[in-house]
């Protein structure tokens, strides 16, 4: 009788890292299978902005066709990692901020990106793309949505003495 009850206890030992491991790899694939399909990973959203410098056609005057993208190279020139970062804002709304490459017949270029989330819909939308290439020393835009800040407010009038007062700086009481 013991000897059946240990080994039931064993047979459990056995099962128990059986479904522990089923359940690590089911996790794994299901994780996998999301980033293969989300369209808001960095890599997709990386995609479109490709496919935004591919089709601005001042950028392929500079560059020459066909426009393609690229990421940074690892160590040892093995694998690309992408450089982005997501941040918060003042208002509390999430940017992404990223830098990538892409290169043409005639030449190459930085690209700098940031996107904003929709706090509604949870879509990004580019509010910025821009091309540095170094060849020529030019900046092109591909899109620019930037709100527009003023930094200098319009003056207002002032009236008498420091701003107070009437307009011919004496006081009438």
């Known amino acids: 009788m013991a000897r059946r009850a240990g080994h039931a ?3 459990l030992g056995y099962a128990s890292v059986l479904l522990v491991g089923l359940a690590v790899l089911g996790s794994s694939f299901y994780y996998l299978s999301l980033e293969i ?14 496919a935004l410098c591919a089709a601005h056609p ?12 690229r990421a940074d190279v690892g160590a040892r020139g093995r694998g690309q990692s992408l450089n ?3 941040v918060t804002d003042g208002k509390g709304g999430q940017v992404l901020v990223m830098r990538s490459y892409v290169q043409g017949s005639r030449g190459a270029g930085t690209v700098h990106v940031e996107m904003v989330k929709d706090k509604e819909t ?4 580019h509010q910025l793309v821009q091309v540095d290439v170094p060849s020529t020393r030019q900046r092109i835009l591909v899109v620019d949505k930037r709100p527009i ?15 107070f007062g009437s307009r011919n700086g004496a006081r009438h009481v």
């Open 9 to 11: 206890v064993s047979n």
């Open 37 to 50: 399909i989300d369209s808001d990973t960095a890599w997709s959203l990386h995609e479109a902005t490709v």
């Open 58 to 69: 001042g950028l392929r005057a500079v560059l020459g066709d066909p426009v393609e993208g």
């Open 84 to 86: 982005h970062h997501v």
């Open 122 to 125: 949870g879509a990004w939308t």
């Open 149 to 163: 800040i003023l930094v200098n407010p319009p003056a207002t009038e002032k009236k008498g003495w420091f701003g």
